[in-house]
């Protein structure tokens, strides 16, 4: 059923142009679209990046994190399989997990001590037939009729998703076959390990930041180190791919040294081309074709908050976290291969240098949205202008476009219904 | 205390923290003044400076924030902060409490101190940003100059705000 202004306006949602070149600033801003979020994006029909496989490869080993706001717990039961379930007690509601990570046969809530198994099963209630036979809990009380809401987890190359809808298509096929293939390019055959991880607080609103990852036009513009030093610069080989749907992007590029730069940069007189800037130990940048494509940098992201990322040999996963409407977690995990050798690691440890709240290529990341956060503070009733590239959402051969930016807001407004 | 007490006394550790101290202090005052060009010349050459949270640190993990394993590095991360990278302005304090003086072998000394930061704000608003310690190896050369041979910033928070332009 088409939706009037008004239905919109009975939504909480603002009025939208029937464009994806327009996005009403109000929606960095209102309290009405962060709950409507959490029940329409990250608890409806979407799957949610949770943990990787391996920080779950023991029975009995388990995270917990978020869907959206929603805390979980992912768990690896005896019987090999994945589990996931709202981390909030059947009884009073009191976290089950209070822990980041962890291995045990079960949980037990520390309040009245109702006992979960590995996969959110009431398992026991404390005093259920009372003290002396006073107190207790009525007769034909059913314990297993209280139970936290339960996850549908899939796994894809290393990679454990949850939802809580019984109607989104399989992880890969949500995904779309032309990012899957990216995902195995990095993921797909070689047992990961974890090598680092941190948090990192961003003073905007979840979706400036998702839009960042996605925007490939801003890339060069931003990040000088990337344009000076030749690791990324629009005029190389490259592209743009957006999944059908618009949620899951790639945006990647290709070194080709034998073709001169363009000189698209120096016409405009951009502040990015400073050709004084040399650097001491370069060597930081040095690369090895591992997969032998030539591709040395790959963005990578999927609808709500998965984002992928390689630069050069640096292999990094995002979660992105809604905390507050102006407020956004950015959990980091840095990978490597199993079977890295010693040299291989360092370059791999070397090149975290390059993003990360401290990156030398990316820095400009953390801080970007809030600018956006601040600079539309009272600008409520306008909207921001996506029309580099056109009006479209489509893959594409440059990089020069706001097309995966504008995929972003497709599927955004179909989980949102506007 | 006659002249034996006081060289004993200097001798059990006292004159290495003593120096450790005053370098701390000297490596405060130059990021917090803003002299970040001398910043590298705190280390020697085939240095590691790190900057990473506690959990990374207990768990060998050393993917962290910054990962630096040359002086060229350093002066490469000064110049990207003067010449490319974009943020808003801002400083630093450091409040850097007294060394603890864990061994030493030869002019090598391993040394812990913690510090707080708090970060000011173009707008003037000032936060508690990063509190933590340095785990340190340092070089107390024989004419009375210190240099580090290793720092690792092990931060005891896992999260860090906006971003971390300025070294720690």
Same mark, same amino acid.
Not at chain 1, 109 to 114: E, L, M, S, T
Not at chain 1, 231 to 236: A, E, G, S
């Given at each position: 059923m088409e939706m009037t202004t008004e239905d919109r306006i009975d939504n909480s949602m603002p009025a939208w142009p029937d464009t994806l070149t327009r996005v009403p600033f109000e929606v960095y801003q209102s309290r009405e679209v962060h709950e409507l979020e959490q029940k329409n994006i990250y608890e409806g029909a979407t799957w949610n990046y949770l943990c990787l496989e391996a920080e779950l490869s023991q029975p009995g080993d388990f995270v917990s994190t978020f869907i959206g706001a929603m805390p979980v717990v992912v768990a690896r039961d005896v019987d090999g399989e994945l589990y996931g379930f709202e981390n909030r007690c059947a009884h009073r509601g009191a976290l089950i997990a209070l822990e980041n990570a962890g291995n045990t046969k079960g949980f037990s809530?520390?309040?009245?001590?109702?006992a979960y198994d590995l996969q959110g099963n009431v398992k026991g209630v404390a005093f259920q037939n009372g003290v002396n036979g006073k107190g207790g809990m009525p007769p034909g009380f059913d314990a297993g009729q209280h139970a936290p809401r339960k996850l549908r987890i899939a796994t894809t190359c290393g990679l454990v998703f949850g939802t809580l809808s019984d109607d989104v298509d399989s992880v890969e096929e949500y995904i779309g076959d032309a990012v899957m293939e990216r995902i195995r390019r990095l993921l797909g055959d070689r047992p990961l390990e974890v090598i680092g991880r941190y948090t990192q607080i961003l003073p905007n609103n979840w979706k400036l930041y998702f839009e960042n990852v996605k925007d490939s036009y801003h890339a060069s513009l931003l990040h000088l180190f990337l344009t000076t030093f030749e690791?990324?610069?629009?005029?190389?080989r490259g592209g743009l791919i957006v999944s059908p749907d618009g949620g899951s992007h790639v945006s990647y590029s290709i070194i080709d040294k034998t073709v001169a730069a363009g000189s698209e940069y120096k016409e405009q007189a951009l502040r990015v081309d400073n050709e004084n800037y040399r650097l001491h130990d370069p060597s930081f940048l040095d690369y090895v074709d591992e997969i032998g494509d030539g591709i040395t940098l790959q963005i990578l992201s999927v609808f709500p908050g998965f984002v992928l990322g390689q630069v050069n040999n640096s292999l990094v996963v995002r979660q992105v976290l809604p905390k507050e409407v102006d407020l956004t977690e950015l959990n980091w995990t840095y990978l490597g291969y199993a079977d890295d050798t010693p040299e291989l690691r360092r370059m791999r440890h070397r090149q &975290?240098?390059?993003? /990360?709240?401290? /990156? &030398?290529?990316?820095?400009e990341d953390g801080a970007v949205g809030g600018f956006v956060q601040r600079g539309v503070g009272t600008a409520r009733e306008y909207s921001a202008v996506l029309e580099m590239g056109g009006e479209d959402a489509a893959s594409s051969d440059t990089r020069a476009t706001e097309a995966s930016v504008r995929g972003f807001w497709k599927a955004y407004r179909r989980h949102m219904g506007v | 205390m006659d002249q034996s007490d006081v060289k004993q006394w200097l001798d059990a550790g006292m004159y290495a923290q003593l120096r450790i101290d005053r370098f701390n202090a000297a490596y405060a005052r130059c990021i917090d003044n803003d002299e970040l060009e001398a910043w590298p010349d705190f280390f020697e050459e085939g240095c590691l400076y790190t900057v990473t949270s506690n959990d990374n640190h207990q768990r060998g993990f050393v993917g962290g924030i910054v990962y630096a394993d040359s002086v060229g590095m350093l002066r490469d991360r000064v110049s990207g902060l003067r010449e490319a990278n974009i943020y808003e302005a801002h400083r630093y304090r450091h409040l850097i409490a007294p060394a603890t003086v864990l061994s030493s072998e030869g002019d090598r000394v391993r040394a812990e101190a913690p510090f707080a930061v708090y970060r000011i704000m173009r707008t003037g608003r000032t936060d508690l940003f990063v509190t933590g310690r340095y785990v340190d190896t340092l070089r107390l050369g024989p004419g009375g100059e210190v240099k580090l041979i290793e720092r690792r910033v092990v931060c005891d928070s896992s999260s860090f705000d906006t971003l971390l332009a300025i070294p720690l």
């Open positions: 809530c520390v309040y009245h001590a109702w690791i990324n610069r629009l005029t190389q &975290l240098n390059m993003v /990360g709240p401290a /990156g &030398l290529v990316s820095m | -």
